[in-house]
């Protein structure tokens, strides 16, 4: 007997530390923001469709969800009316309302087929209805929790749906640089002769482009929509104009009833034309270069919509606890004077309605954040190597792994 | 007694599980400051450190400042906090620090294995290489997001930590340019490469190019893998990668822009010069396969030892099996010599005329030739056994087990093993471009049709052009087709024309029209991967149209006062 409990005792601290680095491994859910991103492109200007295909090279960034639409770039051949205002833009508001943008964002989030009005709810299902398996067997019990777990994540799903504006215009600085271009002929036809190949045109190319290029800058005007989608909203959709299988009358409805669909202006900011620095960098390609000046403009916006529209806000979850560290850095505006709440999340078991509660707060140790704005690693800048910040608790009890943080609006 | 023996025993066992599983916790102060507490609570660690991280190796990691150190479970600090980056390799039970700038490696115990004084170390690859460098300036590289060094010297790690090659050459560059491949003048050449910060050297280093120059291997000397010079610098305009101990080489002349051809031994030094003032390809010798080498001179192709002397001569064509390991000279009449890459001649008076050695680089394949025998076709073994019997009016290479056939004036496809994969049916047919391919192409009358090996026949539209399958797609174009003119179509080329050449269908392995409307075939590989996501399944309308628009949107663009039309919408 004594035997078999040992046994059993040894056994047991076999199976708990297995048990514990099984925990550990645990993925981490969110909701993210949605956003469908576009750009006004100056033809008026030089480098106009580098500057476009700068800005369609751009990745969404990783804290939002990609809901573009197949529309990424529209043209004007003048300078935008209005656009250094802080206000509402007109113009762009007539495009996105005339173009119904409201109405395919909504479709985009159900699927729609366009010629058979067929709808579906798998991508609300992958960008955040966890009880994925729950929703399933109340669809096929026709149950109400589907539909109250359907509207939960709506309203924090696609209530979080945003368009973004991008007026992009180029800011000239040339600069010389003759003696790299010369230099760059010389080197080009040593290795010409030496293996039969002629580079010599090669090499003018490249001494023209640095002479032209040198010192680029952007400046950025975007302006930051918000789809409304509340309860009459989500209502006149399920009802009126959603179906799971193909339903003449509901797509024509639909089609009829696009501007029921309505984005809200909700704010702009325009980026502060730093040049970008270019410290190390090649000057032989200019590509590059233009990328670099238009990714750090529009990241920078981003973060500052974030800091002046609370629903636009970024939101991620804690990594550890000890230390605090999070996945969130220069990119998203984290500096030395930003403060951030910790949220715990509470699940209604009834409706799998989520709220979020206050749990603490914290603040980035000013050696130890990340410094994870584009090519920032290339640059060599402190920091970017560190791959998340780390942080120390202002106030607030215990945290755990998971609990998602959010920054507080200064301002 | 032996029941106590046991018990204690398991115990053991049992708290060494424990401890092995249950490294010390990592306890924060109140002052924020971290340490590390055995099982019961008890200091091990003093609170005293910036951070401390979660046991790995049998040490934690701490850190002061931005400095990380090593401590063990006893609380000893066995790897001061002095490095700037500390990160444990679990794969080869190495760690790599970096101090400043400078990048180094301790052993699985903490100890210094390789000094931190190399500005690069790379990530190993697989043959257990990796680049070090010294010295040089931290460079970023736009184009391509990453940084590299200027102004370096670098050398070879071996897996182990020893270095292979120091790391004293400004100029260090790979036999990684292969040449004429699958043609007889097949090679390595060296070839001036810029590595970033996280590539991998690409060879087994087991001879590298070096210089004091470092920015073109035009004229570079050879080390072998231990560092020691086989070729010196500026012997050679360009050396091939070294095989059975000898170099193929080419020199060249600015003036009359013409080149001398010849082979260095290296095991003397002794330079050889075969070829004079000619113009090349680099196809006109082959290097050397154990004891014999090819070289083309006034038309004629001729075997030469390790002497060059001629061993053999008056060939007219050379044939090079790419891993087969023969070779074939046929002479003008079209009698076939073959030999092995020993020199010695294989199917000594089988009177053969024509040959066609495998294609690809399977091992399989490579037992099987094709010959031509008294104007019939068979297929051989390396024995010069009879595969397939003598009685074709054509055949090409063995592809993957397969090979195309021609009798009765019509093709069709057999396997090594006899069987009739594809009947000679047919006006034409298309080798397999994969293992265990589900389809290929026959041609009957002017159109070629997808036949499923599977269901022994030709399936779906006859199409007047057709890309190859890959993952069960292919682009195919019928006879009579028309691109819809609008937009979207004209956005897919650079002057706004719509040319139907550009376009085509997606079938599949099956003939199913996976896409019954134009798609550019210059974005197959993108539409292609749109259509796997989903699974291979014929498109409705609705996916259609949005496939369209998706690989279209780098190319489409609209007036801001326009109200832009439901086509170029997705939803």
Partial sequence: ?411 | MKLRKTLTLLCLLGMAGSLFAQELSIKVNENGKAGYVDATGGEVVPCKYDAAYAFENGFGKVMKGEKFGLVDKSGTLVVPVSYDELTYDAARNIYRVKKGKKYGYLDGKGNVLLKPQYSLISPFNRYGKALIAMGGKVTADNKVKKNYLVGAKYGVLNADGTVAIPAKYKGLYEFRKIVNEGKVGHGAMLEKVTYYFGDTLLTDCKYMGFDTRGWVALGAGVLDENGTIVIKPATVSYAFRPNAGMARFYDYFTRSKSFNVGYIKLATQQKQTFLNGVQTDFNDATDFMDDIAAIAKNGVWNIVDRNLSIVNSNYKYLTKGTKCGLWCLQTADGKCDFFDTAGKPVFEGQGYAGVFFPRSEQEADQRYIAVKKDNVWGLIDRDNNTVLPFEYEQMTSVQFGWIPVKKGGKWGMQSVDGTSIVPTAYDDITSAVVPDTKAVYVKQGSLWYVYNIAQHKALGSGYKAAGRFIDGLAWARPEKFTVPDNMVYRSFSSDNSISAENFGYIIDNEGREIVSQPLPIAQIEEIRNEILKKGIHPLTQNETKNLLLKISVRSRHYDLNSQISEENWDY
């Fill in chain 1, 1 to 411: 007997m004594k035997y078999n409990i040992i046994c059993s005792v040894v056994a047991g601290c076999f199976i708990a530390s297995t048990a514990f680095a099984q925990e550990e491994g645990k993925e981490i859910d969110y909701r993210r923001s949605s956003i469908y991103s576009v750009m006004v492109s100056h033809t008026d200007q030089n480098y106009a469709d580098e500057i476009k295909q700068a800005f369609l090279d751009m990745e969404v960034p990783d804290k939002y969800n990609d809901h573009n639409l197949s529309v990424k770039v529209i043209d004007m051949d003048k300078k935008l009316k209005g656009a250094r205002s802080d206000q509402e833009n007109q113009i762009i508001t007539n495009f996105l309302n005339q173009n119904n943008i409201g109405s395919r964002l909504v479709g985009k989030w159900f699927n729609r087929d366009a010629y058979t009005g067929q709808c579906d709810v798998e991508l609300v299902k992958e960008r955040g209805l966890y009880n994925a398996s729950e929703f399933d067997k109340a669809i096929a019990a026709r149950s109400q929790r589907a539909r109250a777990l359907l509207e939960d994540a709506g309203e924090e799903l696609i209530g979080n749906t945003f368009v973004l504006v991008n007026d992009i215009r180029y800011i000239d600085k040339a600069q010389k640089a003759k003696g790299f271009a010369t230099a760059l002929r010389i080197i080009g036809q040593v290795a010409g002769a030496a293996t039969g190949v002629n580079t010599s045109n090669l090499t003018d190319n490249l001494g023209d482009m640095i002479e032209s290029i040198k010192g680029f800058k952007v400046k950025i005007n975007t302006f930051l929509y918000q789809l409304e989608w509340d309860e009459a909203t989500s209502a006149n959709f399920y009802q009126n104009h959603y179906s799971d299988t193909p339903d003449e009358s509901k797509r024509k409805a639909f089609e009829l009833g696009r501007s029921n669909y309505k984005l809200k202006f909700a704010g702009k900011v325009e980026s502060k034309g730093n040049t970008a620095s270019f410290m190390g960098i090649n000057e032989d390609q200019p590509q590059v270069m233009v990328l670099k000046a238009c990714t750090r403009a529009i990241d920078e916006n981003i973060a500052d919509l974030g800091h002046e529209v609370e629903a636009f806000r970024v939101r991620v979850p804690l990594l550890s606890t000890e230390p605090i560290t999070a996945p969130i850095g220069m990119k998203e505006g984290v500096s030395k004077n930003s403060r951030f709440e910790v949220l715990e999340v509470n699940e209604d078991p009834e409706t799998g309605k989520r709220t979020y509660k206050r749990a603490g707060v914290i603040q980035p140790i000013s050696s130890l954040i990340w410094d994870n704005r584009f090519m920032a690693e290339e640059e060599g800048a402190p920091g970017a190597t560190l791959g998340k910040t780390t942080f120390k608790k202002v106030s607030g009890g215990d945290f755990y792994p998971g609990m998602l943080i959010r920054e507080i609006a200064s301002k």
